[in-house]
């Protein structure tokens, strides 16, 4: 049997693995709620059938060329391009694809669940990998599994159907494979399908291309395995695109060019620096000086600088990632890489106290790391708090259909916004978008329904309830769902019923 120094750190793995599984299965939401996470699914579902393309749902008096071009548009969605009454998903293919086995297996209902949790129980063991090929001792890299667990930003992102998480375990694999590979050709083969997965989540985890291939080193073999395990993921989305947009290299985001703009470089940073020390610990204001070890590590230095690096980099001009603190979701995929490179420098900085506390420091210097990385992490009481509702709030999306589709009649027509995704994945309603109406346009909306015989609906949370009172006609409040309000409306002049939604 192994001594306890060598099996504790795995031991220790093992518990953690298991206690944040048990976590996950408590708190995790991971359905079709908001407007990333009911796309991902309505794409899945379309996916699941062999299709990419599904029918807009109009009305017979308000036919699509008459009305603004995404009234009929749910998010998640954006209608075709070849002049059809269709639409097609937003969002890259790869988490949609994953979690259509994961139907077969868990259902529809739990299929986020099942990909999410397996996938964030896998950055962690990942993360202790890389820690391990990349040199440290295994207590030290049982230090760098813990703060990635802690970290609120990667809770929170564990616990909803966004595919953040999953960009982070296929990017951080990629590089474990292909330090794995030296000796062992058959993983850069596994790093290209890697890389292949990681792109169809996200097509920018091609970032991960360049410490991948610094990690591998110049082999023709190596570098021909990892082309051919990346050329699948490649080909699949060019043609997933050309079938969805028309063109091989047009997105579902539209022009992302012009969401990039240098002015922003200077803030973001600044962003980066209030945030990321709070959310990934302050082990990662270390990580710039793992170039310091260059010489005794020049292959893993070089492959941890340039992974961080190019995701910070890009997503510096970015106009999203400093809106709040979740929006580092961006880059999750470069966490592993700087909390390992922060261990590494500061392995390092303390080797003399080590060296004087002798056996002890083997658990004695890690665990005094890791009551200042955690303490720091476990400060952040607000961001705590948003991961452990999220799940909850994600699962209201499905609470609030299930209401409409008991207590509403089928041919009701729903006028949303927030809720439009995933009432267009759970329910059959006709959907009209709450920011593409104007005063004449819901007027005649009101009263076509009405003479259709049909009922119109609003489902609003409570910063759209306003946008809904500057309308024509008369709403009186029905029920709220949690906080999600829905309202009746007629064809009659006055103003919002009843009040502000409770």
């Known amino acids: 049997m192994s001594p306890l120094p060598f099996s504790g750190p795995r031991l220790g793995l093992g518990l953690l693995l298991l206690v944040y599984a048990v976590l996950l299965f408590i708190l995790i939401g991971?359905?079709?709620?908001?407007?990333?996470n009911s796309g991902y699914f309505n794409e899945a579902r379309l996916l699941s059938q062999g299709q990419l393309h599904v029918a807009q749902r109009t009305l017979a008096s308000l036919p699509v060329a008459d009305t603004p071009g995404y009234l009929y548009t749910p998010l998640g969605f954006r209608p075709a391009v070849d002049g059809t009454r269709r639409l097609v998903p937003t969002y890259p293919p790869g988490l949609p694809l994953l979690l259509v086995p994961a139907s077969w297996i868990a259902g529809w209902p739990h299929a986020g669940d099942l990909v999410l949790l397996l996938h964030s129980l896998a950055g962690i063991a990942l993360t202790y990998a890389l820690a391990r090929h990349c040199g440290l001792a295994a207590t030290w890299s049982l230090l760098a599994a813990i703060i990635l667990a802690a970290s609120p930003l990667y809770l929170f992102l564990s616990l909803q159907a966004l595919s953040d998480v999953p960009a982070a375990v296929w990017a951080t694999a990629a590089?474990?494979?292909?330090?794995?590979?030296?000796?062992?050709?058959?993983?850069?083969?596994?790093?290209?399908?890697?890389?292949?997965?990681?792109?169809?989540?996200?097509?920018?985890?091609?970032?991960?291309?360049?410490?991948?291939?610094l990690a591998i080193g110049w082999s023709p073999r190596r570098l021909a395995l990892v082309a051919a395990g990346s050329l699948p993921g490649i080909v699949a989305l060019l043609a997933v695109n050309h079938a969805a947009y028309g063109n091989a290299f047009v997105s579902g985001?539209?022009?992302?060019?012009?969401?990039?703009?240098?002015?922003?470089?200077?803030?973001?940073?600044?962003?980066?620096?209030?945030?990321?020390?709070?959310?990934?610990?302050?082990?990662?204001?270390?990580?710039?000086?793992v170039l310091l070890l260059g010489r005794s590590k020049p292959r893993v230095v070089t492959v941890l600088f340039?992974?961080?690096?190019?995701?910070?980099?890009?997503?510096?001009?970015?106009?999203w990632t400093h809106e709040d603190w979740w929006f580092l979701r961006f880059l999750l995929p470069a966490a592993p890489a700087l909390i390992v490179a922060g261990l590494l420098t500061c392995h390092r900085g303390l080797a003399a106290a080590e060296r004087r506390l002798g056996a002890r420091a083997r658990i004695l210097v890690p665990a005094a790391v890791l009551v200042l990385a955690v303490g720091v992490e476990a400060t952040r009481h607000r961001q705590l708090s948003e991961a452990w509702v999220i799940g909850h709030g994600e699962r209201k999306y499905g609470r609030v259909a299930a209401w409409l589709n008991a207590h509403v009649a089928p041919t009701s027509v729903l006028i949303t916004s927030q809720a439009s995704g995933a009432l267009f994945y759970f329910t059959d309603f006709t959907l009209l978008k709450l920011q593409e109406l104007n005063p004449a346009l819901t007027q005649r909306i009101l009263t076509s329904v009405k003479a259709e015989r049909r009922d119109t609906y609003a489902v609003l949370f409570p910063y759209e309830v306003s946008a809904i009172n500057?309308?024509?006609?008369?709403?009186?409040?029905?029920?709220?769902?949690?906080?999600?309000?829905?309202?009746?409306?007629?064809?009659?002049?006055?103003?919002?019923?009843?009040?502000?939604?409770?």
Request: glycine share 12%.
């Open 175 to 213: 590089v474990v494979a292909a330090l794995r590979c030296h000796g062992r050709p058959g993983w850069a083969l596994v790093a290209g399908v890697s890389i292949s997965v990681g792109f169809l989540v996200r097509p920018t985890n091609c970032l991960i291309g360049l410490p991948v291939l």
């Open 306 to 319: 340039v992974w961080a690096s190019a995701f910070i980099l890009f997503y510096s001009a970015y106009r």
């Open 253 to 289: 985001y539209g022009a992302v060019g012009q969401e990039f703009h240098s002015d922003l470089v200077t803030p973001t940073f600044a962003f980066y620096a209030k945030w990321l020390p709070l959310l990934l610990s302050p082990v990662i204001m270390l990580a710039p000086f």
């Open 30 to 36: 991971a359905v079709a709620g908001g407007s990333d």
């Open 470 to 502: 500057a309308l024509p006609g008369r709403w009186t409040h029905v029920v709220s769902i949690d906080d999600v309000g829905i309202w009746r409306g007629e064809p009659a002049a006055g103003r919002l019923a009843g009040g502000a939604a409770p």
